[in-house]
């Protein structure tokens, strides 16, 4: 199941934030990629989690963007409602972290875009000894599976394993990570065994995620804040497709990252002047990269095969 999103005026959301007010027991402002987005919820699992997550920020700050995490037995479950006027978001009966810690980065998502020309990219982003390449995919196409699976290799560092912030600088396109902390599956060591020690240090939602500290297993020197993008590899799940790799031309990729919504499911504005924007980044990363699709139908371990070659990894 997934949540459904509405788009709404500033005087709905004065309303719904003098409605819910009393609920609120905790206001925690943290930074994402310079801006101030602040969390009220009166949930502390949501809060410990948040705070795992994101990099604190002073509470002298007035915020940027705000998100109401709320539970109301008279609301459908899984309801956003989002003023994109005061950048201000609420969340209904969501139940599943990883929804919240995404709309989080959608709304300072949405701050960045319209006033500093940086993007949204909802994927993995690494560093292959200064040499920065990002892995794109829609749901169950490997994404998670195959950043961890380069992470095994001590040349290859991490900017972010799910979303990060990008933007255009001269020539290059500069890839920048915003959390403190990385968001894994419980059956991630049944897939790399070299992550056995993570996962059971780990504490688990009910929905099998746990927020994780990676600098246990890879140390601190393999985080990096930004690394220069020079590849975009796209995964895909085609049993029926034979092919394993192809070079896509800039034109081909962006065609098949618009047709799905960039792969991004937690935008919170679908407008003609966003469509623009989000065309004319991804335009400029494809036309700066090299662009390959990968076939994941086989396993893990052969999909990683390719996946290295492509990247110059051992």
């Known amino acids: 199941m997934t949540y459904s999103v509405e788009l709404i005026s500033i005087e709905r959301k004065e309303e719904l934030a003098e409605r819910f007010a009393g609920q609120i ?48 037995a008279y609301e459908v479950q ?19 972290y990883g929804w919240i810690k995404s709309l989080a980065l959608s709304v300072a998502g949405d701050i960045l875009e319209d006033e500093h020309a940086i993007y949204s990219v909802h994927g993995a982003c690494l560093d292959a000894r200064g040499r920065g390449l990002c892995l794109l995919g829609g749901s169950g196409a490997g994404k998670t599976t195959h ?32 959390e403190k902390n990385f968001y894994i599956r419980a059956d991630l060591s049944d897939i790399w065994k070299e992550y056995a020690g993570l996962v059971q240090k780990a504490i688990f939602d009910e929905k099998g995620r746990s927020v994780v500290d990676l600098r246990w297993v890879i140390g601190k020197g ?20 034979k092919e394993e790799v192809r070079e896509l031309k800039p034109e081909e990729a962006l065609q098949i990252l618009e047709e799905n919504d960039y792969f991004n ?9 966003k469509r623009r924007l989000r065309s004319r980044f991804f335009r400029e990363l494809l036309l700066r990269s090299s662009v390959h699709e990968v076939n994941t139908r086989g396993r893990p371990e052969e999909s990683q095969r390719l996946i290295r070659g492509l990247v110059g990894i051992e």
């Not at 950043?147 to 979303?163: E, F, I, N, Q």
């Not at 393999?222 to 497709?241: A, C, G, H, M, Y």
């Not at 499911?265 to 002047?273: A, C, E, G, W, Y």
């Open 147 to 178: 950043t961890y699976g380069l992470l095994r290799s001590p040349r290859m560092r991490v900017v972010s394993d799910d979303w990060f912030f990008a933007r255009v600088y001269g020539e290059d396109i500069l890839a920048f990570g915003s």
């Open 265 to 273: 499911p937690h935008l919170l504005v679908q407008s003609n002047f």
């Open 222 to 241: 393999r985080i990096l804040p930004l690394t220069t993008l020079e590849n975009v590899i796209i995964l895909k799940r085609d049993p029926e497709q």
């Open 25 to 72: 027991l905790y206001e925690i402002k943290s930074e994402i990629y310079g801006c101030c987005i602040k969390l009220l919820t009166g949930i502390s699992s949501v809060k410990d989690r948040w705070e795992e997550s994101f990099y604190s920020a002073s509470q002298g700050l007035r915020s940027h963007g705000r998100l109401y995490v709320l539970q109301d």
């Open 78 to 96: 899984n309801r956003v409602c989002y003023d994109p006027q005061s950048k201000t978001c609420f969340l209904f009966n969501v139940d599943y």
